[in-house]
């Protein structure tokens, strides 16, 4: 599934960040929170495209 696989991406793009954010870098902060927005809007998607397979299943089966 593609967005899973961008929530994984996302989550190891931003750990370096995480780590400055720790540290006091204000601008790694900010990144963070921009990327912690696109992974909540990414496993958003994963849970719609989990309902929909299983709305698929229960019309077929």
Do not use: C, H
Not at 5 to 33: C, F, P, S
């Amino acid at each position: 599934m593609e967005a899973f696989d961008r929530i994984k991406q996302l989550i190891a793009d931003v750990e370096g960040d995480v780590q400055k954010a720790e540290g006091g870098n204000k601008a790694a902060g900010t990144r963070v929170r921009s990327i912690m927005q696109d992974i909540k809007n990414a496993a958003q998607e994963v849970r719609a495209k989990i309902l929909e397979l299983r709305d698929a299943e229960q019309k077929s089966g």
